[in-house]
């Protein structure tokens, strides 16, 4: 038992495995979330996805909803976290490079609504030499525009 709880606490085995909860639930619950925050219940899609990504400790995918809930709330610090939560999950497993590149450019958009240039900056640099359609390309404008006003307010 005290494996188990070692190898859960460590994000080796996500509770969901241990517990044998049904994919077809977590996806339900997913779903859920994702409706509550469409119609505006912001607090309570975070709270579920939050639960959710402590459930699931291997899932990258739900802390980066997670962390697209709370930016929509204008909660860019806790966006932040869990954006960097979900960096951490998806270097542990790497899934894709569009993935990540979609990470650290949601994670750049929130650093920039924290003023926090140094961090934005980083992403979107990281973000624009992934070269993945679409996400590249809005990266380097990013940067663009940052460096613009810089420029423009020395």
Known sequence: MDSILADVASGAVGLADVAGASPRILEQLVDKALGLAQYGKLDEA?????????????????????????????????????????????????????????????????????????????DLRLAAAAEVDGVSETAASMLRAMEGATDAHP
């Open 46 to 122: 975070a709270k579920l996805l939050s639960d959710l990504a402590l459930f699931d400790r291997r899932s990258a995918m739900l802390p980066l909803l997670l962390g697209t809930v709370r930016a929509t709330a204008e909660d860019h610090e806790g966006a932040v976290l869990a954006y960097d939560e979900a960096l951490e999950r998806e270097a542990a497993a790497p899934s894709s490079p569009r993935f990540r590149a979609e990470l650290w450019l949601l994670r750049a958009r929130s650093a920039l609504a924290r003023a926090d240039r140094v961090t934005a900056e980083q």
